[in-house]
Nanobody, 122 residues
């Protein structure tokens, strides 16, 4: 079974930074389009294509968040900087091996993790 595992969520103050990780023990993430979603939102906040030549950021996070791959460790990261209270959410990573480019609609993603909680509060 293809299960994604997220980590890195925590309580952070406004203006702070944190890094979320997404990995899986059995499959090679480099072959998949990976998206990060907030639990209550249909559209991805960020996405990276399988060969990392295409990335996407929602307007709400553009300039503050960075998505990247570490293929040696089979991990996709979401670096979150200058976080705001409105970034508070459960963050889920999702994967698809059907698309060669980024997809942003959650209905296009095939495999999901259970999420990691980010709370931005002073």
């Amino acid at each position: 079974q293809f299960t994604l595992v997220e980590s890195g969520g925590e309580l952070v103050q406004p203006g702070g930074s944190l890094r979320l990780s997404c990995t899986t023990p059995k499959y090679t993430l480099a072959y998949y389009t990976i998206g990060w979603f907030r639990q209550s939102e249909r559209k991805a906040i960020s996405c990276i294509s399988p060969n990392a030549d295409s990335t996407y950021y929602a307007d709400s996070v553009k300039g503050r968040f960075t998505i990247s791959r570490d293929n040696a460790n089979n991990t996709v990261f979401l670096e979150m900087n200058d976080v705001k209270p409105e970034d508070t959410a459960v963050y889920l990573c999702a994967a698809s091996d059907y698309y060669s480019d980024c997809v942003t609609d959650r209905t296009a993603m095939e495999y999901w993790g259970k999420g990691t909680r980010v709370t931005v509060s002073s």
